[in-house]
């Protein structure tokens, strides 16, 4: 793939790294950049050869947010003109379809990871908050970066905020829009791991091959029962969690799993045919 590609795709064994390419804009997000995330999350999420997923930035940014056409202050993708006419109802269904960006980071049935080497603002904040996991570069910082340019927030931010740092931290970075760092951003929550800039690569590279490995339809499930934990009552958490079990239970991964405990070895979850 051509390296001036605004979305560039890798593969490492069973990791799917997906990089945003536009540094000298901080990866701003474009109509074309948000196409092509899309189209390649959509092929990841049914793709059983993939294990994780990597979405980062090149450069010196995670991703500024959306472009609003060469200013000095690249923030959201909702500040962006609607590529053909139709008014607000053309505009809005287009934040609506760049949206699912962030619904197939949080909801595909394997692992993603938000490997943020850099400033991550408006919908490049929204993006790294939809990953099942953050990993900051010491050197990164998050912002909102949506009320300062008179814009209430898109893809989800709002969602993911208020279930990561609760509403009250969630109001004040919506509404303050201060920059904070990555430290801060982990004290708070929203940053699982953090690495010194020397050992970020590395770092993400060890985590994303260890999901990777990991069962597949185990981790397929444990993800669905913790989006479903996010707004359903523990009844329903239960019952599907019964189910979920009772699947995983007659699947070769436990099989694989039993046996690897007792003949002491890691397991090796795809020597079956049953782990897609």
């Known amino acids: 793939m051509a390296a001036d590609m605004p979305l560039l795709e890798h593969r490492e064994g069973r990791v799917l790294r997906l990089v945003l390419n536009r540094p000298d804009r901080l990866n701003a997000l474009t109509p074309e950049l948000h196409d092509q995330l899309l189209h390649a999350l959509e092929a990841a999420a049914g793709d059983e050869s993939v294990g994780a997923v990597v979405l980062t ?40 379809h760049h949206g699912r960006s962030a619904q197939l980071l949080h909801t595909m049935p394997k692992p ?48 993911f905020l208020h279930h990561l740092v609760g509403p009250t931290k969630a109001r004040e970075l919506m509404l303050f829009d201060r920059k904070i760092d990555a430290a801060e951003a982990q004290r708070i929550g929203l940053v699982g791991t953090l690495a010194e800039p020397a050992a970020f690569e590395a770092e993400v590279a060890r ?6 490995a990991g069962p597949p339809i185990a981790q397929r499930h444990i993800k669905r029962n913790l989006v479903l934990a ?21 699947t ?22 049953d782990a897609g």
């Open 57 to 96: 930035g090149s450069g010196r940014g995670f991703c500024a947010g959306g472009d609003v056409g060469g200013g000095k202050k690249p923030s959201t993708d909702a500040a962006q003109k609607p590529r053909s006419g139709g008014g607000m109802e053309k505009h809005a269904d287009r934040l609506r």
């Open 252 to 273: 070769g991964e436990a099989k694989e799993a039993i046996a690897a405990f007792r003949e002491k070895r890691t397991p090796d979850y795809f020597r079956n045919d």
């Open 230 to 250: 996010a707004y359903s009552s523990l009844d329903q958490v239960i019952d599907a969690e019964a189910y979920a079990m009772a699947r995983c239970a007659r």
């Open 112 to 159: 993603t990871i938000a490997a943020v080497n850099g400033i991550a603002a408006g919908a490049g904040m929204a993006l790294a908050l939809a990953c099942d996991f953050r990993i900051a570069s010491a050197d990164a910082a998050f912002r909102a970066s949506y009320r300062n340019i008179a814009l209430s927030g898109d893809l989800g931010i709002s969602y």
């Open 207 to 212: 985590l994303a091959a260890e999901l990777a």
